[in-house]
């Protein structure tokens, strides 16, 4: 079983729609949580962090974190095609260096 | 905000020979660098973490003879795919950490490898 698994997709969706994203983990000493979204042949950029189950609310975007239920969600409001992009999910743990990512999910936004 | 600069953005060449990839922390002191490699469709594959003066830690399953890595001072590190195979040929990407908390990390634009 893989440390953090998310559905690759591709996940097709109209302009304007609701999106969401998710991702599980199995690996209860996770602390951090980032999502990430990479365009086609770019290097991927810090959308949102969390650090405590909740939700977390920035423009369009709540990421939401379940850490009873070890599940992570990213949701994407009034949803443009600016945001088709692929979008990893990434834990980690205080002290520890490295950030296990999702496999990314593939999002088209159709105008 | 935190800059990573990284150099070639895509790059080809002949089987046997060897490229170097850069990967520069623009604004800020870059202490641990992380070199990725991506498939088509597919996550970030950890490949090594170099912190920097010391020798890089590979992740399993990753040749360190054949993926040479520098980390010589806090602003730059330098991936070396050595006697390149087209088996080789990914997407490869680096990220910074610049000591502060684990948010703090900051992606290249990653460079394009394609060995004929």
């Known amino acids: 079983q893989k440390e953090v698994e998310q559905d690759p997709g591709p996940l097709s969706v109209p302009e304007g729609a609701i999106v969401s994203l998710n991702c599980t983990y199995s690996?209860?000493?996770?602390?951090?949580f980032m999502w990430y979204r990479q365009y086609s042949r770019k290097g991927p950029e810090l959308l949102m962090y969390?650090?405590?189950?909740g939700n977390k609310e920035d423009g369009r975007f709540t990421a939401q974190v379940d850490k009873s239920s070890k599940y992570i969600s990213l949701f994407i409001r009034d949803s443009q095609p600016s945001d088709s992009a692929t979008y990893l999910c990434?834990?980690?743990?205080?002290?520890?260096?490295?950030?296990?990512f999702g496999q990314g999910t593939r999002l088209t936004i159709n105008p | 905000g935190a800059v990573v600069s990284q150099h070639p953005s895509r790059v080809i060449c002949k089987s046997g020979t060897s490229v170097k990839i850069e990967c520069r922390s623009l604004?800020?002191?870059?202490?641990?660098m992380f070199w990725y490699r991506q498939f088509p469709k597919q996550s970030l594959m950890l490949m090594a973490t170099?912190?920097?003066?010391?020798?890089?830690?590979?992740e399993q399953g990753v040749e360190k003879d054949k993926f040479l890595i520098n980390h010589a001072s806090l602003t730059l590190s330098t991936l070396t795919v050595t006697s390149a195979h087209p088996e080789d040929s990914s997407f490869y990407i680096c990220?910074?950490?610049?000591?502060?908390?684990?948010?703090?990390?900051?992606f290249g634009s990653g460079t394009r490898l394609t060995v004929v």
């Open positions: 690996n209860s000493a996770f602390q951090y």
């Open positions: 604004d800020f002191q870059a202490t641990t």
């Open positions: 990220s910074a950490q610049g000591g502060q908390t684990l948010y703090g990390y900051t």
């Open positions: 990434a834990m980690g743990i205080q002290g520890a260096q490295k950030l296990v």
């Open positions: 170099s912190n920097e003066g010391s020798k890089a830690t590979y």
């Open positions: 969390t650090y405590s189950s």
